[in-house]
T-cell receptor, first 113, second 115 residues
C-alpha cells in the first residue's frame, strides 16, 4: 500500500513570495490533515478535511494561507505572501477514521529568507 | 479542550538503560492516546495507541505505555535503550468530532542514547 505522498520535499523562497505544497493521501482515507511543525515544536493543526469539506481551519492564518481538497482526494496548501515565521515543515497526514490513527508523509520543508 | 504536556524536551540515557518519556493529557471526553516517533527529515510514525481496551499498551521496537486515568498520564517506556532509539517522540491525544478525529500533539521529547 502506497503511503502519503508530499511534494516538494524542500523549498526555499524569499519573503513575500508564494509557495504551494501538494499532498496525496493513502487511497480510501477520507480525512486529510495539514500540520505545521516549527523547529523544536510539535505539529500544529492548520486544517482538517473530511472528504472535500473543511472540518476545522480555526488555526489557519487565512489572510495568507489557503488549502483545498478537490474531489476529496489530493490536496494543495498555498502560502501567499510568505513571511519569515512561515519557515517550518508542513506535514500532511491522512486517516481512515479508525480511532484517530494518522499516517504521515515525509513533509515539505520551507525556508523563507 | 484537549491538551498534551510532555515533561522534558530532552532526555538522555545510556545504551541498555531504561527509557521513560512522560506525557500528561487533558480531554473532556474519553480520549484516544498515541505515541509517535520522528526520525530526522522524516514524517511521524505510530509507535503505539491506547483506545480504551487494555491500559498497558505494547508497541513496536519494544516500547510500551500505560494509561492511568487517575493521573491523566500516558508515559512511554522501554526496558533497554538501543542506539537506534535516538529520535524525537511525540505524545498525542485524539477525540472524535463531527467529521473525523481531531489530534493534538505535545511539544515533543528528544531522546539521546549514549554508547
Amino acid at each position: 500500500e502506497a503511503g502519503v505522498a508530499q511534494s516538494p520535499r524542500y523549498k526555499i523562497i524569499e519573503k513575500r513570495q508564494s509557495v504551494a505544497f501538494w499532498c496525496n493521501p493513502i487511497s480510501g482515507h477520507a480525512t486529510l490533515y495539514w500540520y505545521q511543525q516549527i523547529l523544536g515544536q510539535g505539529p500544529k493543526l492548520l486544517i482538517q478535511f473530511q472528504n472535500n469539506g473543511v472540518v476545522d481551519d480555526s488555526q489557519l492564518p487565512k489572510d495568507r494561507f489557503s488549502a483545498e481538497r478537490l474531489k476529496g482526494v489530493d490536496s494543495t496548501l498555498k502560502i501567499q505572501p510568505a513571511k519569515l515565521e512561515d519557515s517550518a515543515v508542513y506535514l500532511c497526514a491522512s486517516s481512515q477514521g479508525r480511532e484517530g490513527e494518522l499516517f504521515f508523509g515525509e513533509g515539505s520543508r520551507l525556508t523563507v529568507l | 479542550a484537549q491538551s498534551v504536556t510532555q515533561l522534558g524536551s530532552h532526555v538522555s540515557v545510556s545504551e541498555g538503560a531504561l527509557v521513560l518519556l512522560r506525557c500528561n493529557y487533558s480531554s473532556s471526553v474519553p480520549p484516544y492516546l498515541f505515541w509517535y516517533v520522528q526520525y530526522p527529515n522524516q514524517g511521524l510514525q505510530l509507535l503505539l495507541k491506547y483506545t480504551s481496551a487494555a491500559t498497558l499498551v505494547k508497541g513496536i521496537n519494544g516500547f510500551e505505555a500505560e494509561f492511568k486515568k487517575s493521573e491523566t498520564s500516558f508515559h512511554l517506556t522501554k526496558p533497554s535503550a538501543h542506539m537506534s532509539d535516538a529520535a524525537e517522540y511525540f505524545c498525542a491525544v485524539s477525540d472524535q468530532r463531527g467529521g473525523g478525529f481531531k489530534t493534538i500533539f505535545g511539544a515533543g521529547t528528544r531522546l539521546f542514547v549514549k554508547a
